[in-house]
């Protein structure tokens, strides 16, 4: 992928991201209160997470330990003593008028996560500059159809624990960021920090984008660097709208710049909005209150401090990440790169069928290509998760070891998978009712001789020396049984014909 | 017998044996508040009908041969800072005017817990602010000694009530000397814990990390009975204080010989009133006499307490009252009035001729209107200083300057208690530079009211204990308050050396002289 400015696009686009991560706690960061997603508004709510009167925060360490073990995960340093802050904002959804957060003293910093391309190659290594913890704000709902702009308030998310991970400007184009989301979602998925849905606001990711453009007229290549103004982009509800706001608003910088050539440093950061149905981001109104947020040390909590040994702990559970998943499952199972890269970025569950799969088979590569062209393109084509795809590794296992058997052939154990997928019935049963035995050795010479005698053209090719002539009558004798193993078959004729 | 006088140890006790009932008890008082309360207005709200209930299933439950807790049928008045699912709590503003919490604070459900039969919540200083209890949405509290001075603040009516005798006990709540100082001026013992001794939880916060809830009683000894059941670790209290709970009541007796009281000379400098000093010397002198022994000492940026104090407070005030934006609960401006400004007033759009444009709103949108006037009208005069104090001491280019410099300054004063009591065990003093004053002496002058707290203020700010008791009365026949401090969880030794001192002194079993 490059990354240099080419002729028809003249600049590189810089790109930091912003993503926040809800973690999938039970309840809420400093109450007890639950953190299902879809209860009715306002039914998941204590007067902490209402910010009344009186009201204390509690720190939920499961959810700390949890933001400790993404962080770990991203390679982040954890510090051994943060401590929370506040920020002060007026906004209807934020009850107590400021956000528990952590300002100058994260729990975590100068982490890293790698993107690769699609052929395996590095594509990028993008630095974080920090992970910190903080409560989620609540919901509000504006309700202009009714007419008058009213707005309700959902505070059931309110209080939800809240990971934020912000990226050194290290992306260079729309598509990596994208893929770079992905593998972040994919490993927090992994470490099982967040199930990282959008839909449900689990996840959100801002972006920051702007363009450097070398400019050739003061010394070429090595000229300076025009930096066009760097622009916020919000609103952006999935990872195709990421890439798609990037590209649109690197896009209208570039016309920008050659309209005003305005730099940046001479007019402040914007924030844009995406508007996904139109395909571009607007300019949204600058909100006073966003320029100080007056943080200052949560007095009611105490600050956390964090042990070697909690470090250890939350090492233990983290698991393999998937950078080191696809290199230990393609080197176990002797599988090609490309294959490990497919089953590991289909998630946990997924690679735990295949192994379950592959240690019944007993041969990785078989394994991996009945899960990458039956149960994955199944999987795709129904929709669901692996846990509940109807074909267990076991049937699938029972269907290779009867190919291997030579019981039938491979096209015929996909017929006999879609089957068992379709009816729901055990493999043996399917096997059984499509008519499906294995054909008698007699049953089988006397198929060969039958064929034989009716295309002495073949048998006259194979004596004279074209032995893939002997396919022809495969076709031929699958059609008078369906049963008939293709191999053997034509191993039989190869051998009735030498003896002619 | 006659309920009204007895300390709380003794009116517990009587209620145990069945020398009287807890019903009769609750009765004389509640009759006490209905005729005094009109001139004293100690408190915002009575709930009679629930303090009999109460007193009538103890006294069942007593009959039975149930048991009862430790501070069975004893009157207690709450302030009303302090979250109680059954009444309305409003921390004297007409912000949360008839504000019901959904909940308790701690340390109401523990006094409930314990038997205690809460008769009403205290009138106070708006969300605690103030020295004088005249900044409450609902009128001043008067001062039972004399009607036309102020009770101090800002658990003003929680004092006024004890002396009073419309309580036996009352709880208030310190973040600068809001429990010592209107003791103090009401001839009352107040003990401020150290902070994270009692759980803040339900407790409205004012200033997070100086507020710490106290009992306001008549003597050292009920203020040791009222600790054993408010006192302890509290979950749901992060700042809550672990340690174990000692008992209070069976420590007070050992005798002071040999016990260290600290001077500072800088507390008898310029403005203390003359009456005061000379009461507060006459309390070294018994102290003295029942054995401790008085040493100088220094607590060299104790000058700088007031200045630290009135940064850090506001700026914690200004964040935790940010949720009374009338948007969930509490007050909320009218709509619509006042949208656009009236002709003359506020902003007005300039043209790009530079010509005036009509008035247009004063406001960016209906919900910062909403904001804006909700609480321009819900929060009184205080209030709004303090917040705007701590605003702009924490915004960004003056939070090194001020917030940030008062957090070091903080350290120091803390270290300087740590140093002192290396030599001595409690440092005494006075409580406030000048006995009760009069209603509406210093209510136009904020820095003279400020100074009220200039004792009591670093206590507050090191996070230790401080009692405050009285040590005599003025010619004018005011009360004269003293204050001991002590290290952290020093309150055993506080509650000893202020009961022994009662023990030889009858300072605190004085009455002022009310309609009977």
Same mark, same amino acid.
């Given at each position: ?18 993503v ?12 007890g ?7 009715a ?8 997470? =209402? ?22 995960a ?19 959804? =934020? ?48 309700d202009?159809a ?35 989301l ?8 992994y ?20 363009l450097?453009?070398?400019l ?44 005003t ?74 599988i ?20 379950d799969?592959?240690?019944r ?27 509940e ?31 068992v =997928? ?79 | ?20 009932t ?48 430790? !501070? ?7 302030k009303?800072? !302090? ?22 604070a701690e ?18 200083d ?18 039972? +000694? ?33 429990i ?8 009352i ?50 700042t ?75 700026c ?43 008035p ?16 321009a ?20 280019g ?100 202020v ?7 009858? +300072? ?9």
């Amino acid at each position: 992928m490059t990354t240099q400015p080419t002729a028809a696009e003249p600049f590189t686009t810089i790109i930091g991201l912003e993503v926040h991560v809800q973690l999938q706690t039970k309840t809420k960061l400093f109450c007890g209160c639950s953190t299902t997603f879809g209860a009715a508004p306002n039914t998941q709510v204590c007067p902490t997470c =209402l910010g009344l009167p009186g009201s204390l925060p509690v720190m939920n360490r499961h959810a700390f330990d949890l933001a400790v073990r993404a962080a770990l995960a991203l390679d982040c340093t954890i510090a051994p003593f943060t401590k929370w802050d506040r920020k002060n904002y007026f906004y209807p959804d =934020l009850p107590k008028g400021y956000q528990i957060s952590q300002y100058d003293l994260p729990f975590s910093s100068d982490g890293r996560l790698e993107v690769i391309d699609p052929k395996g190659a590095l594509w990028r290594d993008v630095r974080i500059i920090r992970v910190h913890l903080e409560e989620d704000a609540g919901k509000s709902m504006h309700d202009e159809a009714a007419g008058t702009a009213d707005t309700r308030i959902d505070l059931n998310r309110a209080g939800t624990p809240l990971c934020e991970i912000v990226t050194q400007p290290d992306l260079r184009s729309p598509q990596e960021s994208r893929a770079w989301l992905n593998e972040l979602k994919l490993l927090l998925a992994y470490l099982g920090v967040s199930d990282c849905n959008m839909q449900e606001g689990s996840l959100r990711v801002d972006a920051n984008v702007n363009l450097h453009i070398p400019l050739a007229g003061e010394g070429g290549a090595d000229g300076r660097l025009a930096k066009t103004p760097i622009v916020e982009i919000k609103n952006m509800n999935s990872f195709r709208s990421v890439e798609r706001a990037l590209v649109y608003e690197a896009a209208r910088q570039w016309e920008e710049w050659q309209a005003t050539k305005a730099e940046m440093g001479n007019t402040p950061k914007q924030t844009r909005g995406w508007d996904d149905a139109a395909g571009v981001t607007r300019a949204q109104r600058h909100k006073e209150e966003s320029s100080d947020y007056r943080y200052f040390p949560e007095p009611d909590l105490v600050p956390v401090t964090v042990s070697e040994a909690d470090i250890a702990k939350a090492r233990a559970a983290m698991g393999d990440p998937p950078t080191v998943l696809r290199k230990a499952l393609a080197e176990k199972w002797r599988i090609p790169a490309y294959d490990a890269d497919v089953l590991v970025n289909q998630g946990r569950d997924l690679v735990d069928y295949f192994e379950d799969l592959a240690t019944r088979v007993g041969e990785g590569k078989v394994a991996s290509n009945w899960m990458q062209q039956d149960v994955l393109r199944t999987l795709n084509e129904r929709g669901g998760t692996i846990g509940e795809f109807p074909v267990r590794p076991e049937a699938v296992a029972d269907i290779i070891g009867r190919v291997t058997k030579g019981d039938f052939d491979t096209s015929r154990g996909r017929e006999i998978f879609a089957e068992v =997928l379709a009816s729901g019935r055990p493999v043996a049963d399917v096997v059984a009712s499509m008519g499906i035995a294995a054909v008698s050795d007699d049953d089988l010479v006397s198929l060969c001789k039958e064929l034989l005698a009716a295309n002495p053209k073949i048998v006259a090719d194979v004596q004279g020396g074209k032995e893939q002539a002997a396919a022809g009558l495969i076709g031929q004798a699958r059609k008078k049984n369906p049963n008939v193993n293709p191999g053997k078959f034509r191993q039989m004729c190869l051998d009735l014909i030498r003896g002619m | 017998m006659q309920p009204l006088e007895l300390s709380a140890v003794d009116l517990v006790a009587a209620i145990r044996q069945g020398d009287i009932t807890a019903v009769q008890v609750a009765e004389k008082f509640l009759d006490r508040i209905d005729k005094l309360n009109g001139p004293i207005n100690a408190f915002l709200n009575v709930d009679r009908d629930r303090a009999l209930a109460r007193a009538a299933d103890i006294d069942a439950r007593r009959k039975a041969g149930k048991p009862i807790g430790p !501070l069975a049928g004893l009157p207690v008045a709450v302030k009303d800072a !302090l979250c109680t699912a059954d009444q309305p709590t409003t921390c004297a503003s007409k912000m949360l005017a008839g504000f019901r919490p959904p909940y308790d604070a701690e340390v109401v459900s523990r006094l409930r817990q314990a038997d205690a039969v809460i008769v009403g919540k205290t009138n106070m200083d708006e969300f605690a602010m103030g020295g004088s209890n005249e900044n409450s949405a609902f009128g001043p509290v008067k001062n039972p +000694w004399d009607f036309t001075r102020a009770p101090g603040g800002s658990s003003g009516g929680s004092a006024a009530c004890v002396a009073a005798d419309m309580a036996t006990i009352a709880i208030g709540s310190d973040t600068g000397g809001s429990i010592r100082q209107p003791a103090g001026l009401c001839g009352i013992t107040g003990l401020k814990p150290t902070y994270g001794r009692v759980s803040r939880r339900g407790l409205v916060a004012f200033a997070s990390s100086l507020d710490q809830i106290g009992p306001m009683t008549r003597s050292a000894a009920d203020s040791a009975l009222v600790m054993e059941t408010i006192a302890g670790h509290d979950r749901g209290d992060a700042t809550s204080l672990a340690d174990a709970v000692p008992r209070y009541t069976s420590m007070l007796e050992q005798p002071l010989t040999g016990l260290r009281i600290g001077r500072v000379a800088e507390h008898f400098g310029a403005g203390l009133d003359p009456e005061v000093a000379r009461g507060v010397e006459e309390a070294f002198a018994a102290f003295k006499a029942a054995g401790a022994t008085i040493h100088d000492v220094k607590l060299p940026h104790a000058k700088y307490g007031i200045a630290t104090y009135y940064l850090v407070a506001p700026c914690e005030a200004s964040s935790n009252l940010a949720r009374y934006d009338g948007a969930h609960y509490g007050h909320r401006a009218e709509p619509g009035k006042g949208h656009r400004a009236e002709p003359g007033k506020g902003h007005r759009a300039e043209t790009t001729r530079g010509q005036r444009a009509e008035p247009t709103s004063e406001f960016e949108s209906p919900l910062v209107e909403m904001y804006c006037r909700s609480r321009a009208e819900g929060f009184g005069p205080e209030v709004k200083r303090r917040i705007m104090l701590g605003t702009y001491a924490l915004s960004s280019g003056y939070y090194d300057a001020y917030y940030a410099k008062a957090l070091r300054v903080r350290r120091l004063i803390r270290q300087d208690y740590i140093d002192a009591f290396q030599s001595v065990d409690l440092i005494g003093g006075p409580v406030s530079p000048t006995p009760a004053f009069p209603l509406g002496e210093k209510t136009n002058d904020p820095l003279a009211m400020y100074l009220v707290d200039m004792y009591t203020v670093g206590t507050n700010l090191a996070g230790i204990g401080g009692i405050s008791f009285p040590c005599g009365f003025t010619r004018g026949g005011l009360p004269i308050g003293f204050q001991l401090q002590g290290p952290a969880l020093s309150e055993p030794l506080l509650l000893r050396a202020v009961d022994r001192y009662q023990q030889l002194t009858d +300072w605190h079993l004085r009455r002022p002289k009310l309609p009977a």
